[in-house]
Nanobody, 124 residues
Framework: QVQLEESGGGLVQAGGSLRLSCAAS????????MGWFRQAPGKEREFVAA????????YYPDSVKGRFTIARDNAKNTVYLQMNNLKLEDTAVYYC?????????????????WGQGTQVTVSS
């Protein structure tokens, strides 16, 4: 089992940047596919980024491709989400998630472990 805790959310102006971090407990972090999702009020949970256990593969939806970058440091049991050129529509609660899989996962139901979320608010 793995426990996840996000940090780094906050208020930022449109066009700005934020870096989210997700610290994981447990000794087996390096075997988990890690993902980031977000959920805005009244909307469904949306896939944002995923990275394979070895960090060899990453995947992004078109909505964030070229602006967001996911990375991981297995020695620190941490996964990051660098968000650049933020837009108003990026406002949401961002969740870190882990899936016990060697392959990149892009749907929320494939993830067994979730953090509590961190709020990202982009203002005009």
């Amino acid at each position: 089992q793995v426990q996840l805790e996000e940090s780094g959310g906050g208020l930022v102006q449109a066009g700005g940047s934020l870096r989210l971090s997700c610290a994981a407990s447990g000794r087996t972090f390096s075997r988990y596919n890690m993902g980031w999702f977000r959920q805005a009020p009244g909307k469904e949970r949306e896939f944002v980024a995923a990275i394979s256990p070895s960090a060899g593969n990453t995947y992004y939806p078109d909505s964030v491709k070229g602006r967001f970058t996911i990375a991981r440091d297995n020695a620190k049991n941490t996964v990051y989400l660098q968000m650049n050129n933020l837009k108003l529509e990026d406002t949401a609660v961002y969740y870190c998630a882990a899936a016990d899989s060697a392959n990149v996962k892009t749907t929320w139901y494939e993830y067994a472990y979730w953090g509590q979320g961190t709020q990202v608010t982009v203002s005009s």
